[in-house]
């Protein structure tokens, strides 16, 4: 008897805390996943993806984003620089190698929200390497919008060395220095939408 009450309270529990969690997918049309990297030492080049998808999960339903599983892709294919062929050269081998390496991901280990700041902990895999990456940024607040979808913002970045990531391609320049830099700028301003 005392088994069959323990049986059916763990499973109370458990379904318990299935139910209470919540999924939050990437609103696409409000999201931009973003890079900047410096350019002959005298100025940047930034860029971004035009197709990823991501979710969050939450611990619970009360829009609590502390301790949340964050896990999105990003298709390296459909980088855009607003030069075609700089696009091409990076989904080259010397680059993303899109060919082998369709995809980054990414899966966070540590979320801390609070009213206003968040800072995601995370691994990153980019053409086969994974390392741990650092977003810090703002936390924008939930709202509902007019059509009863309930959304949240945050506008993250961080820092990442893409030779960590087997990315070393570059040039030497007659006055000293590299055309590509080696820090990388992440930037993700991105819209969560709430599933009903």
């Keep these: 008897m005392k088994r069959s009450f323990l049986a059916i309270a763990l499973a109370l ?3 318990g805390t299935s139910f209470a969690q919540a999924t939050w997918k990437f609103d696409k049309t409000h999201t931009k996943i ?3 990297v410096d350019y002959m030492l005298i100025t940047d080049v930034d860029g ?3 197709k990823f998808d991501g979710t969050v999960t939450t611990a619970s339903n009360k829009d609590d984003f502390s301790n949340a599983k964050v896990d999105f892709t990003v298709d390296a294919k459909s980088v855009d620089t607003d030069e075609p062929s700089r696009d ?3 989904k080259s081998e010397d680059f993303f190698f899109t060919e082998k390496h369709p995809n980054f991901s990414f899966k966070s280990t540590s979320v801390k929200v609070n009213k206003s700041n968040a800072e995601v902990k995370g691994n990153l895999t980019m053409r086969g390497v994974t390392k741990p990456v650092t977003l810090k940024g703002s936390f924008g607040g939930v ?3 007019p059509w009863g979808n309930l959304k949240a913002g945050f506008k993250l970045s961080g820092k990442v060395n893409r030779k960590d ?3 070393n391609w570059n ?3 007659d006055a000293g220095g590299f055309v590509v830099g080696d820090t990388v700028e992440l930037t993700i301003n991105v819209t969560l939408i709430k599933n009903k």
């Design 171 to 173: 040039k030497s320049l």
């Design 48 to 50: 971004y993806f035009k």
């Design 13 to 15: 529990v458990f379904f």
């Design 88 to 90: 091409e050269h990076l």
């Design 165 to 167: 990531f087997g990315i």
């Design 34 to 36: 973003g890079f900047t």
């Design 143 to 145: 709202k509902k919008d």
